[in-house]
């Protein structure tokens, strides 16, 4: 998501699914073509769909099922309209059907319906445009809505939630493994908050009073309710209230309390439940040592947890450094991370861990094998590095084994593996140190105004750079052999800011209205120094003045 509902999108493209237009992968965000006023955006698995501003959604990419809405099962590589969807709060896309909670709280569903996923009482087929889920309709409003593969889940207004389609292992919560066409409300929950539903795995609702209840599968005791009995109604977790928030590993799960307390459960192999053994634990047990945490993250098979006087604690599997306390020993208690002071948030990758510091810097440390850790090697740390060249950095996530970063300027920048593209800087070469993800900081908006019988276009550039700062924007748009140019010198505003740049055409043709390709270069001066350079290139649609 950008400025104006701007959406971009990169990576694997045969279906169309990133909306350009094209059915070519992309390495670099590329521009949904004509989105704009887009809320949120949700993918599903071969298909993508937007929720606008006035509550109206688009979507794009496979469309076998009848998956985007819009009343055919044609592929779409740009944003077709939803039909007759309106006032809708939230849009999920599954793998073959897509699901919107209404303003009024009822919920449509369209797409595949072979197990019952659209939930109106039927299976079989496909709709090409949204249905009423059965019992779905004002007075009974909803509340969240989550898409898994083959069923559906919604939480109501009222408290009670409500799930329909595939329940081979218990994922409705209704008490049985048998498919619902239509909703059925799951068994023994009140006051459900917000929901939450796992690929055939376990499902889980959080409660207004902090409690925790889950259902289905069980196999490591990951629901936490003493046994590893798959459960078909929700269970609630041994002991657990006041639930601030929960993170999910592999096979074992750990919940924060509000006092800082920490506790485990589920699978114990490499010690990821922290309480001093390798052994599964049915019911939630104490992280020993840890009373005051403020966060928590769950890797494959290690925890970490930011205290509140910023030190890392991390347990569990350490065979690539990823506890970052100096060895390759796994650890069944927490143990700091070796000289990590002034952490402000974490995020754990499959095997490498990495901090946030208050100054806007990052620490990275475990496996490296893809310059994950953005320390310049590709040398794995038992204890944490520095990122390099990252600065006033404010959010940092992690993949399986690539990081990204969010700065205060609005750049976004990523390193470590990028055999699918995935850093999104135009290439398939892993990076050892972080790079900007192009678009983030300077683009172009997506109409230009026609003006002065197409001797002239209006065209808006968008351009984040420091307050009183200055910004020089150069500007070209071409539509075939007629080429204009314009520029425009103005004050940086300190944000993301919407700046219109005049394109004249100096002799020959004129602009027609329809497509053209834009260009942009910004650049950024304090006094007469030049601090920064952004480009950037984009079609853009010429369309007449309103």
């Not at 939930?119 to 898994?148: C, E, L, N």
């Not at 309390?257 to 052994?279: A, E, M, P």
């Not at 425009?488 to 027609?512: D, H, I, M, N, W």
Request: charged share 15%; with cysteine; glycine share 14%.
């Amino acid at each position: 998501m950008a400025a104006a509902g701007v959406v971009r999108c990169w990576g694997t493209n045969t279906l169309g699914e990133l909306g350009d237009g094209t059915i070519t992968n992309r390495t670099s965000p590329v521009t949904v073509s004509g989105l704009t006023n887009a809320a949120t955006v949700t993918a599903g698995s071969g298909h993508t769909c937007a929720l606008r501003a006035d509550g109206t959604a688009r979507c794009w990419g496979d469309n076998q099922f009848g998956q985007l809405g819009d009343g055919t099962v044609t592929q779409r590589a740009t944003p077709a309209g939803v039909i007759g969807l309106t006032n809708a709060l939230a849009v999920t896309a599954g793998g073959g059907h897509t699901c919107a909670l209404q303003a009024d709280g009822a919920l449509r569903c369209w797409g595949l319906n072979v197990v019952g996923e659209l939930g109106d009482g039927t299976s079989g087929g496909t709709s090409r445009t949204p249905i009423v889920v059965a019992g779905s309709v004002a007075g009974i409003s909803g509340r969240d809505v989550a898409a898994g593969a083959g069923y559906s889940c919604a939480a109501r207004a009222s408290g009670a939630a409500a799930c329909w389609g595939l329940n081979r292992n218990g994922e409705l919560g209704d008490g049985t493994t048998a498919r619902r066409l239509a909703p059925v409300e799951v068994d023994v929950l009140t006051d459900t908050v917000a929901i939450a539903t796992g690929h055939f795995s376990h499902s889980c609702a959080v409660r207004a009073d902090g409690e925790v209840h889950c259902w289905s599968v069980n196999s490591n005791g990951q629901l936490g309710d003493g046994s590893i009995t798959l459960r078909l109604s929700p269970t609630p977790v041994s002991g657990m209230d006041a639930a601030v928030a929960v993170a999910a590993g592999q096979n074992h799960t750990c919940m924060l309390r509000g006092d800082g307390v920490t506790r485990c459960w589920g699978g114990n192999f490499s010690g990821q439940l922290g309480d001093g053994t390798t052994t599964d634990r049915l019911t939630p047990v104490s992280v020993i040592g840890l009373t005051s945490a403020v966060a928590i993250a769950a890797g494959d098979r290690s925890t970490c947890a930011l205290s509140a006087d910023g030190t890392v604690r991390c347990w569990g599997r350490n065979t690539s450094g990823q506890l970052g306390d100096g060895t390759q020993t796994n650890r069944p208690t927490p143990v700091a991370v070796v000289g990590l002071t002034n952490a402000v948030a974490l995020a754990v990758g499959e095997n490498h861990t990495c901090a946030l510091r208050a100054d806007g810097t990052a620490r990275c440390w475990g496996f490296n094998s893809s310059g994950q850790l953005g320390d310049r090697t590709r040398t794995t740390r038992l204890t944490h590095v520095g990122v390099s060249g990252l600065t006033t950095a404010v959010e940092i996530a992690t993949g399986s084994s690539q990081t990204c970063a969010v700065r205060v300027d609005g750049a976004v920048l990523c390193w470590g593996n990028n055999s699918e593209g995935q850093l999104g800087d135009g290439t398939t070469t892993s990076r050892d140190r972080p790079g900007e993800v192009p678009s983030f900081r300077a683009n172009v908006y997506d109409a230009a105004t026609f003006a002065s019988n197409g001797h002239r276009v209006l065209a808006t550039a968008i351009v984040n750079c420091p307050l009183e700062h200055q910004v020089t924007i150069e500007m070209s748009v071409a539509q075939g052999a007629v080429i204009g140019r314009g520029d425009s010198t103005v004050k940086c505003s300190g944000g993301l800011t919407e700046y219109p740049v005049e394109v004249s055409v100096r002799q020959g043709a004129p602009f027609a209205l329809g497509p053209a390709q834009a260009n942009i270069t910004a650049t950024v001066r304090e006094g007469h120094k030049v601090v920064d350079t952004q480009e950037w290139s984009r079609e853009v649609e010429i369309v007449a003045t309103p």
